[in-house]
């Protein structure tokens, strides 16, 4: 039996992969990961509450990662040979890799309660 990864967004595409690189483009350097991690669980936060409610979350959108970034401020797509893009998009992938590792794969992880297992109020 395969365990189930911790985190279940809806379906991630290129495209906000790249949205979420420029929004952090738009960020000071030592405020880039941070944000990283906190669009990530507002995509989570959104995509639960369309299942939950069958409709946008208020701030966050559809549950994209997209639709999270959308709601920061965005710089121009730039060139994929833009070194300070590649490292943006290289800590969006780095995060996306981790949030969707099964749990017994994260060192030191216990039991995790996953949002999707929570009742809808």
Do not use: Y
């Not at 959104?46 to 208020?58: F, I, K, T, V």
């Not at 709601?71 to 893009?85: A, G, I, K, N």
């Not at 992938?93 to 039991?111: D, H, M």
């Amino acid at each position: 039996m395969t365990a189930e990864p911790l985190w279940r967004p809806s379906p991630v595409l290129p495209q906000d992969v790249t949205t979420l690189a420029r929004a952090l483009l738009a960020q000071p350097l030592c405020r880039r990961r941070d944000l990283c991690r906190d669009l990530f669980d507002a995509a989570e936060q959104a995509a639960d509450h369309m299942r939950c409610r069958n409709q946008l979350h208020p701030r966050w959108g559809n549950g994209t990662l997209d639709a999270a970034a959308r709601t920061m401020p965005l710089v121009q797509e730039p060139l994929w040979h833009d070194p300070e893009f590649i490292d943006s998009l290289l800590l969006v992938l780095v995060e996306l890799k981790l949030r969707l590792a099964p749990a017994a794969e994260k060192p030191g992880t216990t039991k995790i309660v996953r949002a999707s297992s929570w009742t809808c109020p």
